[in-house]
């Protein structure tokens, strides 16, 4: 196949950032993107419609000229979340509400420290209709980083899936063959993201031959045998697994440093190395739906009505990225060649 045309696709889980940064992800995402569910995992992070208000505003302001971009909206809850919290965001166009356990990855110290306590909030999401974005990880300083998911799955998702039963869930950026299986598993309230390096990659190509610090993101990249459930999920068509891209920068210093940030910076490959990923597996039949139309189905969203097109082509992806503040980003896989090519 030498072109693929498909319904103009969403990333539904992305960190634009704030500042300067804007001027350099809302571009890239919004090159191939028509909408994004943009995470609330600022400093502070954003945890009301107020503050939710003026973040959208800002991302608006650093789309490209003529760009018809729309950013969605979460909210990050913590302990003081309150009913009324959701009420308001809901209103100020929130659709979803994102739980990071505490100290679970970038920017999560102020999130949530007991998740029981949280459950009066689900209740009030449920009754909204809005959806509960969860980072599925448990976060005791004596689990091993590796089995972190899937405890979480046997500690709290379990729980949580069984005590609500019209609460929509989105399992984000799923690593494991275990949370794979538990999506396919569960009923239709359940849904799962999926990042290009989770499907590319492995913990190998983390740790083999020296550590490559632009790999690592959280939750971590784990054994090859992970890597194809996940793969086999997305091949498999089910309508539960949709793109997200968990595109997170992090300049250059921050990643090689002696404690490296967690976040890979993919916005401006992410819809080509998907289409990789989905050609490799033989899939490409099921692209579209994967990037395009599961996902606004989950959430109960239209389907957007343009398309973009990609076309096989190789070239390059940049070595670094100067952002406005002068400072360089390494993008993923930067300096290694991709296959295909948006077009336009
Ligand atoms: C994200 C970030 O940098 O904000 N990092 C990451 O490794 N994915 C946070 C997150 O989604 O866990
Ligand atoms: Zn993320």
């Known amino acids: 196949m030498q072109e693929i045309t498909l319904i103009k696709p969403d990333d539904w889980h992305l960190h634009f950032r704030d500042g300067d940064m804007l001027n350099e992800t809302v571009p890239a995402t919004a090159r191939c993107f028509q909408r994004a569910i943009v995470m609330p995992n600022l400093v502070p992070p954003v945890t009301n419609a107020v503050t939710l208000e003026t973040y959208r505003t800002r991302i608006l302001a650093a789309r490209p000229a003529g760009s018809d971009f729309e950013p969605l909206m979460t909210i990050f809850l913590t302990d003081k979340t309150t009913a009324e919290d959701i009420h308001a965001a809901k209103a100020a166009g929130a659709v979803a509400a994102k739980l990071y356990p505490a100290g679970a990855t970038t920017n999560s110290d102020a999130a949530v420290s007991s998740l029981k306590s949280l459950y009066p909030i689900f209740e009030t999401m449920s009754d909204q209709g809005m959806l509960l974005l969860i980072h599925g990880e448990v976060t005791e300083?004596?689990?091993?980083?590796f089995d972190r998911e899937k405890l979480?799955?046997?500690?709290?998702?379990?729980a949580i899936y069984d005590h609500f039963p019209k609460l929509r869930i989105v399992f984000e950026h799923i690593t494991t063959k275990d949370a794979a299986d538990f999506v396919l598993t569960a009923d239709e309230r359940i849904a799962a993201t999926i990042t290009p390096q989770h499907l590319l990659l492995n913990r190998n190509d983390l740790l083999v031959g020296g550590i490559r610090?632009?790999?690592?993101?959280?939750?971590?990249?784990?054994?090859?045998?992970?890597?194809q459930a996940l793969q086999a999920a997305v091949a498999s068509g089910s309508k539960k697994f949709f793109l997200g891209t968990d595109?997170?920068?992090?300049?250059?210093?921050?990643?090689?440093?002696?404690?490296g940030c967690a976040g890979c910076y993919s916005a401006w490959s992410a819809i080509e190395l998907y289409a990789e990923v989905f050609e490799t597996l033989d899939a490409l039949d099921k692209f579209e739906a994967f990037a395009s139309t599961n996902g606004p189905d989950f959430y109960g969203l239209p389907r957007n009505t343009n398309t973009i097109t990609l076309v096989k082509q190789n070239w390059e992806i940049p070595t670094e990225i100067i952002l406005p503040s002068g400072e360089p980003i390494v993008p993923f896989y930067a300096g290694q060649t991709v296959s295909w090519k948006l077009k336009g």
């Open 141 to 145: 300083s004596h689990v091993d980083i």
């Open 152 to 158: 979480f799955i046997e500690q709290h998702l379990q």
């Open 213 to 227: 610090p632009h790999n690592f993101c959280l939750p971590v990249l784990k054994r090859n045998v992970h890597q």
């Open 247 to 259: 595109s997170a920068p992090h300049e250059k210093a921050k990643k090689e440093s002696a404690c």
